[in-house]
C-alpha cells in the first residue's frame, strides 16, 4: 500500500518568475535568496551552562536572475526607471517552483523589489556561448507559500501585503 505521507520533492529546474502578476520571462538560474537573522547573545551571570539569544533584524540577500538576451526590453526599462529615483519603481515579484507533475509547490514572495544591477555578457567574436544577461533585486520582505495554503496559485489572490493590490500597487 502507497503511504499518502510521501514528500513531493521539486528539482531546481522547473521554476517560472512573475513579476506583478503574470509570468515575464523564461529564467536560465536564480541564485541568492536567503535570509539571516541578526542575533545578539547574552551570557547571564551564574547560568554557564546555557546562553541567552535575542534576535533582531533580518536581513534579506539579493536575488540573481539570469536569461539568454531576448528582444524582450523589460529589465532595462525597468532598470531604466530605477535610475530616475522620482520613477523608482518597486514591484512584488514570485518564484515559482513546480514538481515533475507541473503543480506549483512552493512560492517565494519576495515584496518591494528593486532592481540594484544588471548586466550583459561579454562580447567575444571567438566564442559560441549563449548571450545571457543578468538582473540583480534587492527587496524588503519575503513570504513562502507551500502547496495547499491559502495563495499558493499563481495570479492576483498570490499577491501579498497592504490591501488587494499587493504591497505596492503597481
Not at 29 to 44: A, P, T
Not at 79 to 106: D, H, K, P, Y
Amino acid at each position: 500500500m502507497a503511504d499518502l505521507n510521501v514528500l513531493n520533492y521539486v528539482t531546481t529546474n522547473r521554476f517560472y518568475v512573475e513579476m506583478g502578476s503574470q509570468v515575464t520571462a523564461a529564467f536560465s538560474e536564480c541564485s541568492g535568496l536567503d535570509v539571516q537573522i541578526e542575533k545578539e547573545v547574552y551570557q547571564e551571570g551564574g547560568v554557564n551552562q546555557q546562553q541567552r539569544i535575542f534576535l533582531k533584524h533580518a536581513k534579506f540577500g539579493d536575488i540573481t536572475l539570469k536569461r539568454g538576451i531576448t528582444d524582450d526590453p523589460a529589465f532595462w526599462e525597468w532598470i531604466q526607471q530605477s535610475l530616475t529615483a522620482a520613477e523608482l519603481r518597486r514591484r512584488n515579484i514570485n518564484i515559482l517552483v513546480f514538481n515533475q507533475a507541473g503543480e506549483t509547490m512552493q512560492v517565494w514572495q519576495l515584496l518591494g523589489a528593486v532592481p540594484v544591477g544588471w548586466k550583459t555578457p561579454s562580447l567575444k567574436a571567438d566564442s559560441n556561448t549563449v548571450a545571457l544577461e543578468e538582473l540583480v533585486l534587492s527587496y524588503e520582505g519575503l513570504k513562502v507559500v507551500h502547496k495547499g495554503q491559502s495563495g499558493g496559485a499563481t495570479g492576483d489572490q498570490n499577491r501579498l501585503g497592504r490591501g488587494s493590490q499587493g504591497y505596492f500597487a503597481e
